[in-house]
């Protein structure tokens, strides 16, 4: 009996399309994508969407409220926002499992492409209207050669581009509900009663809320009635599709605040109508050329700036689109089909064409990922009246070319998502496609960055100042800052950041290298002043919020530090120092649990988190669970041996429970490491002079107070030291400096312990 469902066909348009069909639809697009389970997330758009954007982690009510209202970074994307939820509640950030939704959703366009298509060319070609076969043969070509064809990987292999599969999807998905209204509505009349109407209306909002591209949908509608239903009433018709009209008015409102608030459309001022007219008309063209001869496909194209009006490829893409826009107009009783297909690609491609410039990209192929579908039906429709006006061998012939055609383009599209693996590769194409393009450099650079190249980074930023009109002179000089920051070159660091200053008055990346390099300088306020900066163009920037958060708690402004680490952990609830900081607070507040947890949260994010580590063994010890804290100082140092103030204090957590032999080890480990640590020269001090070893105590804490002069600890450590070795005077002497700055600085309870050591000493006398 499974049998026998699973081999019953799927009737469409009185036609039978046998679901081995769609099968053969879903896997042959599966097999030309499947390179991208192995591709990662981008540092281009993906960042800023996926990787350090937390807003879509869950399905709470605070998470569906930022997906269904942000225009994050331009666009207006609700249910794209969705699925990436989905995805990140079954596999977290693996983007396997993001590119795994992406193909999926793509591969399910291309059967339901089938099935439109089989619609379509029944009514849309009479000829055809008696040959099932050839209708199910030209279906299935036609959506293998849109759904295979290298043109789709930016869309199918980039996890930011989830957009473009997903919408495409539900546009598929409304089209042929619309087939199916039209089939029982000839004439339009009543189509509110249409069950099958309300579902394309509902799929074609659906997808708006998902990319807006297809804006102008009931214009394509209004072209197929010219072709479907040429008898059908003209007020009919525009009533019909006057509701999706509507539904796509607020919609695309809200996709252009988005663009316009997030600085997307900062060009669209600048750009001239001149240059606007040259793109919109240039890129119909492209699309269409790559569509037949898809040859140096890349990830960018660079806009010129300025613009060339006369530049030849500009001129010859514009010729083009105005030559068969004019001719399929003059010829469009003749050419029907033609027409239709060509101004619904022109009505679907005009938000993206370049009318409005958005971006530094003059196209990009992923906009002709729906745009592209009338002329991939016009295409089936015209292989399939072709092989209709000959004999068998002709349909042999075609099917034998269409499944050539179709398996060079499936080759060729998984070898392009392969060079969508990581950034470097992607961008490396271009630079050997399109050398001066600039952004491809600065792609590079950045990727560079992140994996720690830094030699590769700094050539990639060099080569891209040395382009003629590079406009990102502040963004590169503030990179090569940073760069040489990393490296130590402080001279240098200090000389590019305010160079990128001198481009981009409040460049943030170049503001925080000077605001880092005013902490090493010893000048807190300065820095302070720097990331305030900083954060005032960026408010969202980790690194600034942190590194002000950790000055503001040296000055103990807790409050401040308080709204910092909130601020912080809202942004990167994963930053292993934002939760150090909060236990800090906690600590502050005598919150001991709260901040323990604070602390173990911070070691399980940054197992190098040494101040964590310290703080959480000290809770531990004042709690009596010296072994617990133990493991814990144990456990860091044997991830970062040299973490000397973890070793101090493990040294002073071994006096404690007695075992001062092995804390005289760590102790003089420490000291060797650091000879001017007064702590640990004090602590080394104390150790040996309990164990005998008075004179080398003595020194030692007499080390610790030439060290830090004004820190009172260690002298009244070596007044006692002194009492015990009866040195009278010198005690004396160092517990009175001790007395005197005790109470000059208020501090009673070290005043009572220098006076009591004083009540010790005996009169000079004796």
């Not at 009533?239 to 919609?251: G, Q, S």
């Not at 900083?534 to 919020?545: G, W």
């Amino acid at each position: 009996m499974g049998d026998a469902v699973s081999a019953s066909p799927i009737v469409v348009s009185g036609h039978r399309i046998r679901p081995s069909f769609l099968v053969a639809a879903f896997v042959a697009t599966i097999a030309a994508f499947v390179p991208t389970l192995w591709n990662g997330f981008l540092r281009w758009d993906d960042r800023v969407f996926l990787v350090d954007n937390p807003h879509f982690r869950g399905f709470s009510a605070e998470h569906l409220q930022w997906m269904l209202t942000t225009t994050h970074h331009g666009p207006y994307q609700p249910l794209a926002w969705l699925t990436y939820a989905a995805d990140h509640a079954i596999w977290g950030m693996d983007p396997r499992g993001y590119h795994l939704t992406s193909l999926l959703l793509h591969a399910l366009s291309a059967t339901l492409l089938v099935l439109v298509l089989a619609r379509l060319l029944r009514r849309a070609v009479p000829a055809l209207a008696e040959r099932p076969g050839l209708v199910a043969g030209a279906a299935i070509s036609g959506a293998l050669l849109w759904s295979c064809h290298p043109l789709r990987v930016e869309s199918v292999a980039w996890a930011t581009e989830r957009r473009d599969v997903l919408g495409g999807l539900l546009l598929a998905g409304s089209l042929l509900a619309w087939l199916r209204h039209v089939e029982h509505r000839e004439d339009g009349v009543r189509f509110h009663r249409s069950t099958a109407y309300w579902v394309a209306l509902v799929l074609f909002a659906l997808s708006l809320a998902t990319k807006t591209t297809p804006m102008a949908w009931f214009l394509v509608l209004l072209l197929l009635d010219t072709t479907l239903r040429r008898r059908m009433d003209v007020r009919a018709r525009i009533l019909e599709k006057l509701p999706f009209a509507l539904v796509a008015i607020p919609l695309a409102a809200m996709a252009w605040h988005g663009q316009e608030t997030s600085g997307s459309f900062r060009d669209f001022a600048e750009a001239s109508w001149v240059d606007r007219i040259l793109i919109g008309g240039y890129s119909p063209a492209f699309y269409a050329a790559k569509s037949l001869v898809p040859f140096d496909l890349r990830a960018h194209y660079e806009r010129p700036e300025p613009l060339d009006p006369v530049a030849t490829q500009l001129m010859i893409g514009l010729a083009v689109t105005c030559v068969v826009s004019l001719g399929t107009l003059i010829l469009h009783k003749r050419w029907r089909n033609a027409a239709v297909a060509w101004w619904s690609y022109l009505l679907i491609l005009a938000p993206v064409s370049g009318l409005a410039t958005v971006g530094s990209h003059l196209v990009a192929e992923r906009y002709s990922y729906t745009a592209t579908l009338p002329l991939v039906v016009l295409a089936a429709g015209w292989g399939a009246r072709w092989v209709a006006t000959g004999g068998p061998e002709r349909a042999g012939r075609a099917a034998a070319g269409a499944g050539f055609v179709i398996a060079i383009l499936g080759v060729s599209s998984a070898r392009l998502t392969t060079t969508w693996r990581d950034t470097a590769t992607l961008f490396e194409r271009v630079t050997i496609l399109e050398p001066t393009n600039w952004r491809a450099h600065s792609m590079i650079s950045l990727a560079e960055e992140d994996a720690g190249n830094t030699e590769h980074a700094i050539e990639h930023w060099t080569r891209a100042l040395a382009l003629p009109g590079y406009p990102k002179r502040g963004l590169a000089n503030a990179h090569l800052a940073a760069l040489a920051l990393r490296e130590s070159r402080n001279v240098e660091a200090r000389t590019r950041a305010e160079q990128a200053l001198t481009h981009v008055a409040e460049q943030p990346l170049a503001l925080r290298t000077l605001a880092t390099l005013a902490e090493k300088d010893g000048k807190p306020t300065e820095a302070a002043a720097l990331f305030e900066r900083v954060l005032a163009e960026v408010p969202t920037d980790a690194l600034a919020l942190y590194r002000l958060a950790r000055i503001r708690w040296q000055e103990q402004r807790t409050e401040e530090v308080q709204d910092l680490m909130l601020r912080l952990l809202k942004r990167a609830p994963d930053h292993g120092g934002a939760w150090e900081i909060q236990g800090h607070v906690h600590a502050l507040a005598g919150e001991l649990r709260d901040a323990e947890d604070a602390y173990r949260r911070a070691l399980e994010l940054d197992a190098d988190t040494a101040g964590a580590a310290s703080a959480l063994a000290g809770i531990l010890a004042s709690d009596g669970r010296h072994a617990e804290a133990e493991t814990v100082l144990r456990k860091s140092l044997r991830r970062d041996p040299a973490a000397h103030a973890l070793r101090h204090v493990l040294a002073v957590l071994l006096m404690q429970t007695g075992r001062a032999e092995e804390a005289e080890s760590h102790a003089r480990q420490v000291v060797e490491a650091s000879p001017n640590d007064a702590q640990a020269l004090a602590l080394l001090g104390g150790i040996v002079f309990q164990r005998g070893e008075r004179a080398e105590g003595v020194m030692l804490t007499t080390r610790a107070v030439i060290a830090a002069p004004n820190d009172p600890s260690q002298r009244l450590q070596l007044s006692g030291m002194l009492l015990r070795a009866g040195k009278y005077a010198d005690a004396r002497n160092q517990a009175e400096r001790v007395l005197a700055a005790a109470q000059e600085s208020g501090n009673d309870a070290l005043a009572a312990a220098a006076q009591s050591l004083l009540d010790q000493v005996p009169p000079a006398d004796e």
